[in-house]
C-alpha cells in the first residue's frame, strides 16, 4: 500500500468544492499504489487546488507557456540524484490543478468535475513517478493505467471519446 508516502492537498485559489481535498488525496493515493515503490522508502507529495492566475503564472515561469492549463506536476526527484537518507522523507513533487480550466474542460467534455479532477490529479502524481506521454508507447502505458485506476473509482475511461492525454 502507500503508507510510506503523505499526500498534502492545499487549496490556494478558485472555487473548488467542499471535499476537494479529500477528492484530490484519494485519487493521489489510488496513483501511488499503483505506481509508487515502497521499496523505495518514505515519500511526500503535495497537491495544490488553484486557479489559472497561478497556474499561468507558473506555467510561464517554468515552462515558457504563457497561458494557463489544467493540470502542472513538478517532479522534484531526479534518476540521477543519490540515494536519500535512509527513513528520511523523499519529496515527490507538486501536482497543480487550475479551477477554471478543469471546471471548463469537464463542462465541454460533458463530464462531472468530480471525476475529471480526480483523473488530472492521477494524471499529475503520475508524472512526479516517471510516467510521460511523449512517444505513442509512453501514451499508451500512461493513458492504459489511468482508465484502470479510474474504472475502480467508477470513472469512464476519459481517453475513448478523444484520445488526448492532459496537458502536463
Known amino acids: 500500500m502507500t503508507s510510506a508516502v503523505d499526500v498534502t492537498v492545499s487549496r490556494e485559489a478558485g472555487d473548488w468544492a467542499e471535499d476537494a481535498e479529500w477528492l484530490a488525496e484519494r485519487a493521489a493515493l489510488a496513483a501511488l499504489g499503483a505506481a509508487y515503490d515502497d521499496g523505495e522508502g518514505p515519500a511526500e507529495l503535495s497537491v495544490v487546488l488553484a486557479d489559472d492566475a ?11 507557456k504563457d497561458k494557463p492549463t489544467n493540470v502542472l506536476s513538478f517532479a522534484l526527484t531526479e534518476a540521477e540524484e543519490p540515494e536519500p537518507e535512509e527513513g528520511v522523507p523523499v519529496m515527490l513533487g507538486d501536482v497543480i490543478l487550475a479551477w477554471e480550466t478543469v ?24 508524472h512526479l513517478l516517471g510516467y510521460d506521454h511523449e512517444t505513442d ?32
Open 54 to 64: 497561478l497556474v499561468q503564472q507558473l506555467n510561464r515561469d517554468y515552462r515558457g
Open 103 to 126: 471546471a471548463r474542460e469537464a463542462a465541454e467534455q460533458r463530464k462531472s468535475l468530480k471525476d475529471h479532477m480526480t483523473h488530472l490529479v492521477m494524471h499529475g502524481v503520475l
Open 137 to 168: 508507447d509512453e501514451a499508451e502505458e500512461m493513458e492504459a493505467l489511468e482508465t484502470r485506476l479510474l474504472a475502480a473509482f467508477g470513472i469512464a475511461d476519459p481517453y475513448a471519446a478523444n484520445h488526448q492525454p492532459p496537458d502536463r
